[in-house]
C-alpha cells in the first residue's frame, strides 16, 4: 500500500538549534518527493522537490533534504531554525500524474 | 500568472445542506485534484480530474460526494447533505499535462453546524 509516514507529530526547538524530521515512504515505481510548509492560517507552500538526479536537493529558506532510495527516506534538515519557521511540514510523495500521497505532517514550534 | 483560486475561502452549512466548493486551476493546467483535511491530520487525497473526465477518485466517499470538472469553467466538489464529520479544510491543486509537481490552493474551510 501507498504510504508516508512522518516520525514525529510535534517538534520544539529554539531558535539557531538544528532540525532533521524525518520521512519514510512505500510506494511502488518511480516516485517523486515532496516537502510542503503551511504556516499558520495559510495555504500549503513547496519548500523543495525531489524528481531524480543529485539526491541532495536544496530548497528555500536554507532547507535540503537527502533521498535515500535504500531507506525509502527523504529527511529535511536545517542546521539553524528560526522563529518565522514555525509551522506544519508535510511530506509527500507521487508517481508521474497520479494522486500525492501525504504524510500526517510535524507541527514545528520555534522558540524566540 | 495567477495562482490555484479556490471559493469560497470559508464556508458555513447547517447539516443536510449542501456545499459547492470550486476551485479554478492554474492558467495552462488541465489536471485537478482535490484533497481534504481533517483537524490534526495530514492531506488525503480524494479525487483526480482532468477536463471533462474523473481519472481517479479512490479517495472520495461512496455517497453524498461527487467532483466534476467540466470543459469550461472552475472544478466543483460537491457534498450533498453534509454532517458535522465532513467539517475540514478541502484543498485543490493543479499540474500542467505530464506534470509532477501539484500546485495548492489556499483551500475552504467547511464548518457544518
Known amino acids: 500500500a501507498q504510504s508516508v509516514s512522518q516520525h514525529n507529530h510535534h517538534v520544539i526547538l529554539s531558535e539557531a538549534a538544528s532540525l532533521e524530521l524525518g520521512c519514510n515512504y512505500s510506494y511502488g515505481g518511480t516516485v517523486n518527493l515532496f516537502w510542503y510548509v503551511q504556516y499558520p492560517g495559510q495555504h500549503l507552500q513547496l519548500l523543495l522537490k525531489y524528481f531524480s538526479g543529485d539526491p541532495l536537493v536544496k530548497g528555500i529558506k536554507g532547507f535540503e533534504a537527502e533521498f535515500i532510495k535504500s531507506k525509502f527516506s527523504f529527511n529535511l534538515r536545517k542546521p539553524s531554525v528560526q522563529w518565522s519557521d514555525t509551522a506544519e511540514y508535510f511530506c509527500?510523495?507521487?508517481?508521474?500524474?497520479?494522486?500525492?500521497?501525504f504524510g500526517a505532517g510535524t507541527r514545528l514550534f520555534v522558540k524566540a | 500568472n495567477a495562482g490555484v483560486m479556490q471559493n469560497p475561502r470559508h464556508l458555513v452549512r447547517r447539516r443536510g445542506q449542501e456545499a459547492r466548493l470550486r476551485c479554478s486551476p492554474m492558467?495552462?493546467?488541465?489536471?485537478v485534484y482535490w484533497y481534504r483535511q481533517l483537524p490534526e491530520e495530514g492531506l488525503k487525497f480524494m479525487v483526480y480530474?482532468?477536463?471533462?473526465?474523473?481519472?481517479?477518485e479512490s479517495g472520495m466517499p461512496k455517497e453524498r460526494f461527487s467532483a466534476e470538472f467540466p470543459k469550461e469553467g472552475p472544478s466543483i466538489l460537491r457534498i450533498q447533505q453534509v454532517v458535522r464529520g465532513d467539517s475540514a479544510a478541502y484543498f485543490c491543486?493543479?499540474?500542467?499535462?505530464?506534470?509532477?509537481?501539484?500546485?495548492f490552493g489556499p483551500g475552504t474551510r467547511l464548518t457544518v453546524l
Open positions: 491543486a493543479s499540474s500542467p499535462p505530464r506534470g509532477d509537481e501539484q500546485f
Open positions: 480530474l482532468q477536463k471533462e473526465n474523473i481519472i481517479d
Open positions: 492558467k495552462g493546467h488541465s489536471h
Open positions: 509527500a510523495v507521487n508517481g508521474r500524474g497520479f494522486k500525492t500521497i
